[in-house]
């Protein structure tokens, strides 16, 4: 497989050579294997003119290229021949026009990247990324060639006029390009031709500084979704730095000339640097975008031209932090005026910090280590929107001097969007509300306008990409994800893949509208699922144990056929964050059915893992298609064999499937579509202590009396086993409808378990007869009401004779 981290000649050298047929006529294929990677590292697809500096820079490459090739051809002996003829014939034919050889490159790189685009949909962004830097590049040793024949031609032109005047201040930079020595007819035609090209070059190249800058935060924005982010500025300082070192030197260079055009361009000059300094300021580590009040928060700006223009004197600026909300943020980047959030939106503690240059980091940034946001004035909103709708930014603010003259210049930078809230339970659809603007705002929009609906395509991608980082794992959705997910939202109409690429999916479908027959909302299901992933299912997801996003029709698709005992994991489809494990049911008479079982949840999983679970089902053999449920879920079972070091009867809890009902006198009909309870059970260790003892127990459980299960019944229950010492004693299964007395009084004897489980046992019970046969239903009714006379052998007392 092709690794993404590498160059376009490692993508190209895997394609079949007939792709590439006829492309390397005028430049041999061996030749361009032998230079592999070298040739991208060169600006040859940017040279696409026929002026000066580009002729020069083309003869530059091709000596570089002949270089090369001499000294592959001293390292390998045996081919050391082949590799100098080729040599020589690129000498031969090319140096006279090295342009042409430039061109032909160009086009051999171009047709390479149009191959590597039709084959993976798009252009890996390691070769994006390789291919800007040589644009940014070469766009700098122009404007670097540009100076030098400005100072050359004005050099040229005072000696005509047999001036004795001191020359242009020579360029600071390292000089790549030799001046020219030729001048036209019209010296001072020249040099005002040369200024405007340079103003327009450095216009352009500063674009693409501005591009880039606009490109890295958008990247940051996208991060907060999980997406893959390279948060080093240093890069970008260095071309900011570059950029205004050029500028420095054209502005004085503009100014000892004084010809016609120095005010205008002047002018424009003055725009560009102040441009350059209002955008290197930007927010280097944004605060929390779901932010709660009375919460403490971090946050960092980062002012990249700050080394370079404030080290003399060394001055510390204030920086101070705002909260404004949408609107003001609208104004801010309409007019760039502070003086709209004078009004107060809220109050943030601790709001300022300096602006601190770092000489090891070569970084010039403000550190907010202890902010907290005491209050906030909620906004006019539309009657539909919720206050987790509602965006806010922290504006981060202050005013430098520079230069001799002490110019002021006022730097903003707005965080992300933020939304205020002020309990936990406003967390979900906050999150929501951040989600769809991180993944669909568009760079450089107006605070904080984002589409109202988008492709089902860009929803499943931010999705994927939000559960590969949530659960911290690299195996995403699948195809049938995918379907499955499109019709969760989109209804059971959605039922072919044309249609799913038409469809679009509207911010109301994905955090307003409940699903049909629920009481939630798409983003609030799919949000429990991720929660319960990461938390107690991420091994099992990574190692594709969980069929995870189908739905039931798909489940019985799968086992219908398949041998009794077959089981298969899929997220619960009528519960917020629940796992259901549904399964192959044999019945006496051979017949099967599938069965879903009871959801598991966080508060189930936290007590006995997904692993010890599908262990302790006798039910469960093999995991679909075909693999054995002890090979699949070894790794996650709990070995634990601690020594017991206190005096109580060591316990563990095991998940068992309820049966029907032994009792026909109160059992209700069993409904043959309904799934299967479970229960947990305690059992005691022998290894440790022989015989343990026997009671009766209960798991507390938060499950309200309406809560929906699919095809299940009730919650989870704790059930002690044989455990008495007077004795093996035969348990008795309760029929689930019938009411349990109250047995969670606290008692001298309780015991407290992790994860709120308490286990209420009953002291020194008697002994009952093994051969008792199941009470009658009047003795049942007694066993329930303990207040009434009962029968001597089913009485429990604290204190037996």
């Known amino acids: 497989m092709t690794n993404p981290n590498t160059s376009l000649w490692s993508y190209v050298s895997t394609m079949p050579p007939e792709r590439f047929n006829g492309l390397y006529e005028e430049f041999p294929h061996t030749l361009r294997c032998i230079l592999g990677e070298w040739l991208e590292t060169e600006p040859w697809e940017f040279i696409n003119r026929s002026d000066s500096f580009c002729t020069l820079l083309a003869g530059r490459l091709l000596s570089a290229m002949v270089e090369k090739i001499r000294d592959l051809a001293n390292k390998n002996c045996n081919s050391a021949a082949q590799i100098l003829q080729f040599v020589a014939n690129i000498e031969s034919r090319y140096r006279k026009d090295p342009l042409q050889l430039a061109n032909i490159i160009k086009r051999i ?76 007819a019209s010296a001072l035609q020249s040099l005002q031709g040369l200024f405007m090209t340079m103003d327009n070059e450095l216009e352009d190249t500063k674009k693409k500084v501005l591009m880039r800058l606009l490109i890295w935060k958008r990247q940051q924005q996208l991060a907060g979704n999980g997406s893959p982010f390279d948060e080093d500025l240093s890069p970008l300082q260095k071309r900011l730095e570059s950029l205004v070192d050029i500028l420095f030197q054209f502005r ?27 955008n290197s300021f930007l927010v280097e580590k944004q605060p929390p975008q779901v932010l709660k009040t009375q919460t403490k928060f971090q946050a960092s700006v980062r002012f990249l031209l700050g080394p370079q223009l404030l080290k003399h004197p060394a001055t510390s600026f204030l920086v101070t932090a705002d909260i404004v909300t949408e609107k003001q943020a609208r104004e801010l980047t309409a007019n760039h005026s502070a003086s709209v959030f004078r009004e107060s939106t809220g109050e943030i503690v601790n709001n300022t910090a300096p602006l601190d240059i770092n000489a090891s980091s070569n970084s010039c940034t403000a550190q907010f280590k202890n902010l907290l946001l005491k209050k906030i004035k909620r906004c006019d909103r539309k009657s539909t929107e919720s206050v987790t709708e509602e965006k806010c930014a922290v504006l981060f603010s202050t005013t430098i001097c520079l230069g001799p003259n002490q110019t002021n210049f006022h730097l903003k930078a707005l965080s992300l969007p933020v939304v205020v809230i002020v309990h936990g339970n406003q967390d979900n659809n906050a999150k929501a509300t951040i989600l769809w603007d991180n993944a669909f705002a568009t760079p450089d ?28 794992t690299t195996k995403g959705l699948l195809k049938d994800h995918y379907f499955f997910l499109a019709q969760k939202i989109f209804g059971d109409n959605i039922t072919t893949l044309e249609e799913l690429q038409r469809c679009r999916v509207s911010w109301s479908q994905f955090n307003k509208e409940m699903l049909p027959g629920r009481g939630f909302t798409f983003w609030q299901w799919f949000e429990g699922i991720l929660d319960l992933t990461k938390k107690y299912l991420k091994n099992y997801w990574s190692d594709r144990l969980i069929m995870g996003f189908v739905s039931k029709q798909y ?77 699949a879920f070894r790794r996650d079972y709990n070995t634990d064999t601690r020594k017991n070091t206190s005096s109580y009867v060591p316990a563990r809890l095991t998940i068992t499937v309820d049966t029907p009902c032994s009792f026909p006198t109160i059992q209700k009909p069993v409904d043959p579509l309904a799934g299967s309870n479970v229960n947990l059970a305690i059992h005691s260790d022998s290894t440790y202590h022989n015989p343990p003892v026997m009671g009766q127990s209960s798991i507390e459980t938060s499950v309200p009396n309406n809560t929906m299960y699919e095809n299940s019944q009730l919650p989870f229950e704790l059930i002690l086993g044989n455990a008495s010492p007077l004795g093996p004693v035969d348990s008795y299964s309760l029929c689930p409808d019938v009411e349990m007395p109250d047995l969670s009084m606290p008692t001298e004897n309780t015991i407290t378990y992790p994860g709120n489980l308490q286990l209420h046992v009953m002291a020194d019970p008697l002994r009952v007869p093994e051969t008792i046969s199941p009470p009658s239903s009047e003795e049942f009714e007694k066993l329930l009401h303990p207040d009434q006379d009962l029968h001597p052998d089913l009485h429990f007392c604290h204190n037996p004779v």
């Open 109 to 184: 790189l171009e047709a390479e990247q149009t191959a590597v685009h039709q084959q993976h949909q798009h252009l890996p962004l390691v070769i994006e990324r390789q291919r800007e830097e040589l644009m940014f590049r070469f766009s700098l040793q122009k404007l670097q060639y540009r100076l030098q024949e400005i100072q050359a031609l004005w050099e040229s032109f005072q000696q005509m006029k047999g001036n004795t005047r001191a020359p242009l201040s020579k360029n600071s930079m390292d000089c790549q390009f030799p001046m020219q020595e030729n001048l036209p």
């Open 252 to 278: 004085q260079q503009l100014i000892t000339s004084g010809i016609e055009l120095q005010s205008h361009i002047r002018e424009h000059l003055d725009d560009t640097f102040n441009s350059l300094i209002q």
């Open 445 to 472: 929009r107006i605070p904080f306008v984002v589409a109202e609906s988008v492709s089902w395509k860009a929803m499943y991608d931010t999705l994927n990409q939000k559960f590969l980082a949530e659960v911290q």
């Open 555 to 631: 489940v019985f698709n799968y086992l219908s056929n398949a041998p009794a005992g077959t089981f298969l994991l899929r997220f619960s489809d009528s519960e917020i964050g629940g796992i259901s494990i549904a399964y192959v049911k044999c019945f006496p008479d051979g017949s099967t059915q599938v069965e879903n079982i009871q959801p598991l949840t966080a508060k189930q999983l936290s007590i006995r893992s997904l692993a010890d679970c599908v262990l302790d089902l006798a039910q469960l053999h093999t995991l679909y298609p075909n693999r054995p449920k002890h090979e």
